[in-house]
C-alpha cells in the first residue's frame, strides 16, 4: 500500500514536467509502439468511462422517475450541468491545470452522483445526483482534451484525440448494455454497481498513462495540420510544485518567477477565431443531431412487420415500442465506427471540409422530419420506408462522429507556438483552445432538448392528421 501511495505522490509532482527519463539517442521502435498502445489505451478509457454514466442514465430514465414525470427532465439534467462545466473551467480558471488533482475530483463527484441516485428514491435527490455526474463528465471530457496538449510531437497528441473520441463513441453502446444487463438488479443495486465505474479513471492515470515527457526523445518530422512545419518543439517545464513551495524570493527575481495565467482578453483573442472554424459546426452538428434522436426518431414508426411480408425487419421488430430502441442502437454504432476512423487509419477530413458533417446533418434532419410527417414513400410501403430512415439515421451517426473526432484533431494538430514565447504561456493556450471548445457541442444539445418537445408533439399531431396512429399508442 506505502509503494502506491509513493507513486501517486510522484505522479502528483509530475505535473509541471520532471526530467527526461529517455536517452539522448531516442526509443526503439517496439518502446515506442508500446508507450503509445498505452497511451491510447489510456484515453480510449477516459472516454469511455468519462461518458458511460452519462449513457447510463439516459438508459434508465424510464426507472429513475415516476411515470407522470417527463422524460425531458433527465435529459436536461443529465447535459446542463456538463455545460456549466464547460463554459466555466476553460473561460474562468486562471493559471495552470494541476490534472490529478482534478481528475481525483471528477472521480469523488461521479461516485458520489451515482450513489445519491442509488440510495435516495426521492426525485429531487436523484435530480441531484444526476447533476452532480453530468457535471463531473462535462469537466473530465475537457480535462482529458486539454490533457492530450501536452503530448509531442503532434503525432502523438493526435493519436491520444482519436483514442479518446473512439472511447466517447464505445460509451454509447457500453452504457446502453450495461444498464439492460443491470437493470434487473434495480435502480438501487444497477446504478450502484454503476458508481464502481468511475473509479477506473484515476486508476489508469496513475499506472497506465505515460507521462508526457516520455515522449520527448521521440524525433519526429511531423507537419501541423495544415502542412506547415511546427515552428518550435517541445520544452519540458519546471516542476510546479517545487515553484510553489520554493523558499521566500525578492521582490526583483518575483518579476521573472510570477505565475502565468491568460487574461479574459487573451482567451477572447484566442477563442473568437474558433468560432466560425470549429464552434458553429460542432453546434449545428449536435443541434440537428439530438434534435433528430429526441424530437423525430420517436415517431419513425410503422406497423409490425409479418414474416410473410418482411421476414429479416419481423425477426428484428416485435412491437411498434422496438423502432425507437432500434434507431438509437443504430445510431450509437455508428457513431462508434465514424468516432473510431482515425484510430482505425482512416485519413482526417481536411480543415475546409469541417462543415460538410453539419450540412449533410441539417439535410437528413429535413428529410427525416418530412418522412415523419407525411411519409415519403408512402404507408403502405413501410418495407422501404424502414431501410430508407435505418439508412438516413446511419449517415446521421457518421457525421456525428466524423464531426466530434475531427474537429478535436485539427484543433489539437493545431500550430500553437510561436518562437521566443515563454512555453508556460503556450501550453496554457493551446489547453484553452481545445477546452474552449467542449461549449458548442453542450449547447447544440442543450437547445435541442428544448425543440424535440414540440417537434414530437407537432409531428405526432401531423401523422394522425393523415389516419397513422402509432404515434399515440407508445
Known amino acids: 500500500m506505502n509503494s502506491i501511495s509513493q507513486h501517486i505522490a510522484r505522479r502528483l509532482e509530475s505535473e509541471g514536467g520532471i526530467e527526461s527519463l529517455v536517452d539522448d539517442d531516442g526509443w ?22 468519462n461518458n458511460v454514466l452519462y449513457v447510463i442514465i439516459l438508459s434508465a430514465a424510464l426507472d429513475l422517475v415516476p411515470p407522470s414525470t417527463p422524460k425531458g427532465i433527465i435529459a436536461f439534467c443529465n447535459i446542463f450541468p456538463a455545460l456549466v462545466a464547460k463554459l466555466g ?13 482534478r481528475l481525483v475530483g471528477c472521480t469523488a463527484i461521479s461516485v458520489g452522483g451515482m450513489m445519491v441516485v ?29 490533457l492530450s496538449t501536452r503530448y509531442h510531437p503532434p503525432s502523438v497528441a493526435g493519436h491520444s484525440v482519436g483514442y479518446f473520441a473512439s472511447g466517447t463513441g464505445g460509451a454509447g453502446l457500453a452504457g446502453a448494455f450495461l444498464w439492460w444487463e443491470l437493470r434487473g ?54 516542476n510546479e510544485e517545487a515553484v510553489e513551495e520554493s523558499v521566500p524570493i525578492t521582490e526583483g527575481e518575483a518579476i521573472a518567477t510570477a505565475p502565468i495565467a ?80 482515425i484510430t482505425l487509419g482512416l485519413p482526417p477530413l481536411p480543415g ?23 411519409g415519403i414513400l408512402g404507408d403502405e410501403n413501410e418495407g422501404m420506408s424502414f431501410a430508407f430512415v435505418f439508412l438516413l439515421i446511419s ?27 515563454d512555453p508556460e504561456r503556450a501550453k496554457q493556450e493551446r489547453e484553452f483552445k481545445i477546452g474552449s471548445i467542449g461549449l458548442a457541442d453542450s449547447t447544440g444539445i442543450l437547445i435541442a432538448s428544448l425543440l424535440a418537445v414540440p417537434t414530437e408533439i407537432e409531428l405526432c399531431r401531423a401523422q394522425v392528421g393523415r389516419g397513422k396512429m402509432f404515434c399515440k399508442s407508445l
Open 28 to 49: 526503439s521502435k517496439p518502446e515506442r509502439r508500446k508507450l503509445l498502445r498505452r497511451l491510447g489505451v489510456s484515453f480510449f478509457l477516459f472516454g469511455l468511462i
Open 89 to 101: 473551467w476553460p473561460y474562468l480558471l486562471k493559471g495552470r491545470i494541476r490534472y490529478a488533482r
Open 118 to 146: 442509488a440510495l435516495f428514491d426521492t426525485l429531487y435527490m436523484r435530480l441531484l445526483g444526476i447533476c452532480l455526474a453530468s457535471f463531473s463528465s462535462g469537466l473530465g471530457e475537457l480535462t482529458f482534451l486539454q
Open 185 to 238: 438488479l434495480g435502480v438501487r443495486l444497477g446504478v450502484g454497481f454503476s458508481s464502481i465505474l468511475p473509479f477506473v479513471i484515476p486508476v489508469t492515470y496513475f499506472f497506465i498513462l505515460p507521462r508526457p515527457d516520455k515522449f520527448s526523445a521521440i524525433s519526429s518530422d511531423d507537419e501541423d495540420a495544415e502542412g506547415a512545419p511546427l515552428t518550435a518543439s517541445y520544452t519540458r517545464l519546471p
Open 262 to 341: 491568460l487574461s479574459m482578453q487573451d482567451k477572447w483573442k484566442l477563442a473568437k477565431p474558433m468560432l466560425t472554424k470549429y464552434m458553429l459546426p460542432l453546434f449545428c452538428v449536435y443541434l440537428f443531431e439530438y434534435t433528430i434522436n429526441q424530437g423525430i426518431s420517436p415517431t419513425l414508426v410503422y406497423p409490425v412487420p409479418t414474416a410473410d411480408a418482411h421476414w429479416l425487419i419481423s425477426h428484428i421488430i416485435h412491437s411498434i415500442r422496438d423502432y425507437y430502441p432500434l434507431w438509437q442502437l443504430v445510431y450509437q454504432t455508428t457513431v462508434f465506427l465514424s468516432r473510431s476512423s
Open 352 to 374: 475546409r471540409l469541417l462543415s460538410l458533417p453539419a450540412i449533410v446533418q441539417g439535410f437528413i434532419l429535413t428529410i427525416l422530419a418530412f418522412e415523419s410527417a407525411v
Open 395 to 421: 449517415i446521421e451517426g457518421i457525421c456525428g462522429g466524423l464531426a466530434y473526432v475531427n474537429v478535436f484533431y485539427r484543433i489539437n494538430q493545431e500550430k500553437h507556438d510561436t518562437p521566443g514565447e
